[in-house]
């Protein structure tokens, strides 16, 4: 559904509805960017009604849930400012007519918001569920591309300190297709993308699958192409007032699952990690702070 449709729908069932979901139902249509932009107790605080009656409203239009409702004001917000070049100019625009201080403080609390967003969408059983599939895994295939790549650089760094099982695709010199030749059934991919989703890592992706991978995908999406292929889709909010779309809330995410991984694993993690610390003072890959 998209947001006209859904407008169309509210519309034609408000004289319908109670008094509290009317209260909802009016300032979901007045302020649509607060729906697309902050989470849903936000929202119901500021229209002075409590978060079940969020849900409800939602269900009232035949939606499964809030999360169903919010996303086509996030593809309209996304669309909207779906230009790099627009979006450039609103920042440009914006800073005209305040302080720097200001504008850094929009983006960072847009980060805040979002990781808060994040935190409340994500269960702690779908992290149990990406934890485990990436766990059983006999390899793990990491895919993250432009903006998104330092998500899946660092997740692949991380766990190379007590794992083995993690393959960084690169796709240099267009190579996605060589890399992901080695994909085997079992194997996990866990491909790191925002809509509009990238051509070259979807194209790889599908290839994965084709070669018997099932994908984990961490996205800003549910209805994306990424979400639509994916066994499991841990879906953040990235929305905010920066060029592009935010990073935090995927880094964080994959901070997150790296966390998981070396909690559930076993000694021989913890041995790697030793190892892996005594090789890198052995080589003097960092300076020594205290002197000497």
Not at 169 to 195: C, N, P
Not at 226 to 245: D, E, K
Request: charged share 25%.
């Amino acid at each position: 559904m998209d947001l006209a449709s859904l407008k169309a729908r509210l519309e034609a069932r408000f004289p319908e509805l109670s008094p509290q979901l009317q209260r909802a139902a009016r300032y979901v249509l007045a302020h649509p960017e607060e729906i697309a932009l902050t989470s849903m107790r936000s929202v119901a605080g500021k229209a002075d009604v409590t978060p079940s009656t969020m849900v409800r409203l939602a269900r009232e239009i035949d939606l499964k849930g809030y999360d169903a409702f919010r996303e086509p004001f996030s593809l309209w917000l996304r669309g909207r400012q779906s230009s790099f070049t627009e979006r450039a100019r609103e920042l440009r625009q914006r800073a005209r007519h305040s302080r720097a201080a200001a504008l850094i403080s929009g983006i960072i609390s847009a980060d805040l918001a979002a990781l808060q967003d994040t935190y409340t969408a994500l269960s702690e059983a779908k992290l149990a569920e990406a934890e485990r599939l990436l766990t059983a895994a006999p390899r793990i295939f990491v895919i993250g591309v432009r903006s998104l790549y330092p998500v899946a650089y660092f997740f692949h760094y991380a766990c190379r300190m007590f794992l083995d099982s993690t393959i960084l695709l690169t796709g240099q010199g267009g190579s996605f297709a060589d890399e992901m030749r080695r994909v085997e059934k079992h194997d996990v991919i866990l491909a790191i993308g925002y809509e509009p989703c990238p051509r070259d890592m979807m194209c790889a992706v599908d290839f994965g699958i084709e070669l018997g991978g099932k994908v984990v995908a961490i996205t800003d999406s549910s209805i994306s192409p990424l979400s639509r292929r994916a066994a499991l889709s841990l879906v953040v909010s990235a929305n905010g007032p920066s060029v592009f779309p935010s990073i935090v809330p995927a880094l964080s995410v994959a901070q997150a699952l790296v966390a998981l991984l070396l909690a559930r694993s076993g000694n021989q993690a913890l041995r790697r990690i030793v190892s892996s610390e005594r090789q890198l003072r052995s080589m003097g890959v960092f300076v020594d702070g205290r002197g000497g």
